[in-house]
């Protein structure tokens, strides 16, 4: 009969071996991330130190209290002017942060790497004073991204700011389809500016911005993947970034609840199989299906993003990530107290491996096998 002693040794090994192929998986994720060269030249000490603490803290459970997040989401703009079917942020009351909050913001977290302007509930291009936000952000020497959907861009003004990507947000070519998915949206007038940003970016000899192009995968176009990829290659997009949309009860029921964000494994393994292909052809593509079973090109284990971000939004409320935005999830106002608001994120960390925190329920990204 084998004795406890070896079945704990046994358990211990086991336990190991995993831990040792889900960082060498991790590195592979971080390989797919596809930050240029250039970009670490922005690693102070501090933000290398801070990016580690993170990640130790998320696959070991070990976290330190003084610990900064790697990334920032600071939301300056909250409502949209499209109404995307996935996301509704059309109808919210537009608000906007200004230049002055953002720039606090920016000098209270000089020890994070990226920066991203904008969250899931709005069109940062809708804020007069994102151009001068994106030039501050950038000469704090930040890795900025910038996600839009590309109606109201101005692509000579964005050119100058020196941030280093530029995400085009396009679910479909289609311009019916589109703008069944994307309400509101016109698909000509989006193309047409991408196509302009890209071609005065190589009229001007530019590195950057890099512009990758972001779709949303869902059942309304499935059936569409390779032809938004095409389109992409067409118009000269520097990578993809193709995601399974992200939706829950306490996001969106009435989207939810519908056919639309439903995904077997079947499901997954056709678009996995379609995006290898062309990943064989050398295209950059970084997968992120937003199932419980499959991690795609993303962190293995717990979710990363508690670990690694802090979302800001257009008050200065601070929340774990930038999905779960609601006034029981929230750790502080970073105006009014930045330690307080450090503090409660700490102690949300340490006991997020020990029990799923109420509001990550129901969410598929919590933990990936």
């Excluded at 002693?5 to 889900?22: A, E, F, P, Q, T």
Aim: proline share 5%.
């Amino acid at each position: 009969m084998i004795s406890s002693r070896v079945i704990d040794r046994i358990k211990n090994n086991i336990g190991v071996v995993r831990g040792i192929k889900d960082v060498l998986f991790d590195i592979k994720t971080f390989r797919t991330k596809f930050y240029p060269l250039y970009s670490f030249s922005k690693l102070t000490p501090q933000r290398l130190k801070n990016f580690a603490l993170g990640y130790i803290a998320k696959s070991f459970g070990i976290v330190a209290q003084n610990m900064r997040p790697r990334t920032l989401f600071v939301e300056t703009v909250k409502g949209c002017n499209f109404n995307c079917i996935m996301c509704r942020a059309g109808r919210l009351p537009k608000e906007y942060m200004g230049f002055d909050s953002f720039k606090r913001i920016v000098d209270m977290f000089q020890d994070s790497f990226i920066l991203y302007p904008y969250s899931d509930r709005g069109e940062p291009f809708l804020n007069r004073e994102i151009y001068k936000m994106l030039n501050y952000a950038s000469l704090k020497n930040f890795y900025i991204i910038v996600s839009s959907n590309f109606s109201v861009i101005d692509a000579e003004r964005v050119l100058g700011t020196g941030v280093d990507e530029i995400v085009a947000s396009i679910d479909s070519v289609n311009p019916d389809r589109f703008g069944k998915i994307r309400e509101n949206g016109n698909f000509n007038i989006v193309a047409r500016n991408l196509r302009k940003l890209i071609k005065l970016r190589r009229e001007r000899g530019y590195k950057k911005p890099i512009v990758p192009l972001r779709m949303v995968v869902m059942k309304e176009n499935f059936d569409e993947v390779e032809d938004v990829i095409k389109f992409g290659i067409e118009v000269g997009v520097d990578r993809f970034y193709i995601d399974t949309v992200y939706a829950s009860d306490w996001g969106l029921p009435e989207f939810a609840n519908s056919d639309n964000p439903k995904f077997s494994r079947d499901d997954i393994g056709k678009l996995k199989t379609l995006i290898q292909k062309y990943k064989n052809r050398g295209l950059k593509i970084r997968f992120v299906p937003n199932v419980s079973f499959e991690k795609g090109d993303s962190f293995s284990g717990y979710c990363h993003v508690p670990f690694l971000s802090l979302f800001i939004d257009v008050h200065g409320n601070a929340f774990p990530c930038c999905i779960q935005v609601k006034p029981d999830s929230i750790f502080g106002n970073v105006f009014e107290d930045l330690e307080g608001v450090m503090r409660k994120r700490y102690e949300f960390l340490k006991s997020f491996r020990k029990k799923r925190p109420d509001l990550c329920e129901g969410c598929p990204l919590y933990f990936k096998p």
